[in-house]
């Protein structure tokens, strides 16, 4: 058996009981992280795994629709900074003290502080117009380039490296800064880098600014709004108790 056979054979095995509880633990420990990021630098071959990770997401139609512009110049940080701090002060008017100085308190971003900055594109010209999958629902490539990001969002994660995406940014912007196309879209403005910790909860949990929703709160039965369901008592009763064996 050559390499690549030994490499698709590993592929197509079961996950073991420790690769399971690791997958999990990624899961459930992953957080937006907007603080606490250190000086170590990600290592190419570590920050190349995670890339490959995300590359490897689903997509409509195998499009791969998805670019990512890694970014570590300074002053292009700046531009990207100032952007925030803008978008973020307009954005607090939509709201009213106290809830809006608490909002103005958060610290939200670590655009500067992280060696890192990777925006994720949206092309939706590749391969041509048609893709399959698309024609019926268009936003396909779009939730392709969120699967890419969840993946490489996961991926550094295990790798230790914390991840922050910054949305509070002017697409504008980040299109005459980075260059852009035209026709494609940024997606999401991620600050990559080691952190000294990952917190217990997500910060704006912790802060009260909104609750952790329970599984049973968010989960219907064949139709929108049933929770009654005859069909579905075992699972709805494990819903019910919150468990997620993690």
């Given at each position: 058996m050559n390499k690549k056979q030994e490499s698709v054979k590993w592929l197509a095995e079961n996950f073991t009981e420790d690769e399971k509880k690791g997958f999990y633990k990624a899961i459930y420990s992953r957080r937006d992280v907007r603080s606490h990021f250190i000086s170590?630098?990600?290592?190419?071959?570590?920050?190349?795994?995670?890339?490959?990770?995300?590359?490897?997401?689903p997509s409509v139609g195998f499009s791969q629709p998805w670019n990512f512009i890694l970014i570590k110049d300074i002053e292009t940080k700046k531009k990207i900074k100032e952007s925030f701090d803008e978008e973020k002060n307009r954005s607090s008017k939509l709201v009213e003290d106290p809830k809006r100085s608490k909002y103005l308190s958060f610290k939200l971003e670590g655009i500067l502080e992280s060696p890192v900055n990777l925006c994720v594109t949206y092309d939706p010209t590749k391969f041509g117009p048609f893709i399959i999958g698309r024609s019926s629902m268009p936003e396909a490539g779009l939730y392709s380039v969120c699967c890419a990001i969840q993946n490489?969002?996961?991926?550094?994660?295990?790798?230790?490296?914390?991840?922050?995406?910054?949305?509070?940014?002017?697409?504008?912007?980040?299109?005459?800064?980075?260059?852009l196309p035209e026709h494609v879209v940024p997606v999401a403005y991620l600050c990559l880098g080691y952190v000294d910790e990952f917190a217990e909860k997500p910060d704006l949990e912790t802060k009260g600014w909104l609750p952790r929703l329970e599984l049973k709160d968010v989960v219907y039965f064949e139709k929108w709004n049933d929770k009654e369901n005859k069909n579905w008592v075992g699972i709805k009763e494990m819903i019910k108790d919150n468990l997620n064996y993690a």
């Open positions: 170590k630098i990600i290592e190419d071959s570590v920050l190349s795994k995670i890339l490959h990770a995300a590359h490897h997401a490489l969002w996961l991926s550094a994660r295990t790798e230790g490296i914390g991840l922050g995406w910054v949305s509070i940014l002017s697409n504008k912007v980040l299109k005459e800064t980075l260059d």
